[in-house]
Each structure stands twice: as structure tokens, then as C-alpha cells.
């Protein structure tokens, strides 16, 4: 594929969506440390203060790897990394790991559609008849980017099919994985599975 030229604009998570994943991190983050408390581990050798846990996640460090890993490190890549880039020649959308990326050129796109008037809208390529709804923070500065390419598209309101997507995953991912891991955490089995 040949270049996209320069970038001309960025979009990252809604600003709702990156509060309701750095929400979920903070919250397993403080329930992290309130099960250290409860560590008899920790109970036995260290202070019931803040450098007593720092000191004690430095020493068994699997319970704060897990939580980076599987927690913190996706709130942050999904709250300010993902995103879709649009540049001068064509975009590329970010569907979550950098090898699901998709590029393609603004030549290949029939026609764009505004699904909702602040954030939602969908693309389709006439190359391979897939269309691709992702959310912007700024829907004008899209739309004048696509119409500087001569892309036709609907301003309306368009009806989104019932389908579940990308950011309700994303939710629900965040969701029950932390659940999994609040479980795992409480009960300690994890923990336990790795001494």
C-alpha cells in the first residue's frame, strides 16, 4: 500500500469511555491494595502503611503484574493510544491490537454516513463492500476532510443495526475481566497458583 501522506487528525476514546476505563482501573487498583491488607503474607512481615504495600508488591510482585498486565496497561492503550487516524490520502482505524489495524485510501471508500450527530459514523469501501462504524470526537473536522476527497455522504441520521459494537465489547470486556479478576484477587488463587 502506498503512503497515506501526512496526518491530519486523531481521535481517541470519547471522553465518557476513557473515564469509565481509568474509573474501572482505579477501582481494581484500590481493591488490589485492600486485598494486600488482608495478605497474611503481608500481615506477618510488613507495616499496615503505603510503603508497607509498596514494599510487599516489590517482593511478591505476581498480584501487581496481573493488575498492569490485564488491567492497567488496556485502560490506558484504550483510553489514550487506539484510535482512528485520518490523513491526507486515506485512515486507518485501530480495531485494538496494532496487527488488526486497517489502512486503506480514500479512493477506496463509496461513501460515508453520519449514524449519530456528535460521535458515530460509518465509512464503506467500495473495494471490498465492508463498511465500518467507529466513533469521532469531532465529527465536522471528518466530514470536512471527506469531503475534500469528494466522497459523497449522508448527513442524516441513519438507523444502526442492533449489533453489538466495538466500544459496548470493549465495556463488557472491561467489565467481566475485572470481575474475573476482583474473584481471582479475593480469593487469592492466582497468588497462590504462582508460589
Known sequence: MESLGKRLYKSTALKEFKVLYMGIAGILLTNLVLQTYSNPLFTEKFQKTFSGVVDFHIKY???FLVYCFTILFPAIYYSFIRGIVFYEKGMTINRGFPFFNRSFLYSNI?????IHPKYLMGVKRSDIDEEFVFTIRNIDRVVAILDQQNIPGNLGKEKLEKAMTVN???VVFFVLFGTVLFVVQHFGGFAKLLR
Open 168 to 170: 459496548k465489547k470493549l
Open 61 to 63: 510482585p505476581e498480584d
Open 110 to 114: 463509496s461513501k460515508y454516513k453520519i
